[in-house]
């Protein structure tokens, strides 16, 4: 499992010309499956986005996670970000999980986050979106399980 973690002002996500998703102060989170991953990799992964240190207190310190800030998370599925490059000039995308695994994990990461944060903003699994968000930082970390 894999996610993009960007502390954001504020982000928002349309889905075939529907707001599906907005929030302000949080995170935006871009979510992959790997093909080997299980599910016990979802709620390892919600607990770590709902107390990972990644805002900053009165004295600049990254020291307040996203519940200590009051803070909002969307949560955006990206299969692209298990894609390989290596080889010639068109990405590699084998070490994806299929579409509908990848979807159950999508909806029980979602459920997970859910549980950790209260109301969690997504997007719509498979389809084509358009993403928007201010980067607050900016700030972005890469977080793989396992």
Known sequence: MRVVVQRVKEASV??????????GKGLMVLFAVHKED????CKWMAQKLANLRLFSDE???MNLSVRDVGGEILVVSQFTLYASCLRGRRPDFVGSAPGD??????????ERVSDEMGDVQTGKFGAMM????????PVTFIIDHP
């Open 38 to 41: 299980t599910k016990a990799s």
């Open 14 to 23: 349309i889905s075939d010309g529907v707001l599906t998703g907005k929030i």
């Open 130 to 137: 358009e993403v928007s968000l201010v980067n607050d930082g």
């Open 59 to 61: 004295a600049g310190k």
């Open 101 to 110: 695994v990848a979807e159950e994990f999508y909806d029980e990461f979602v």
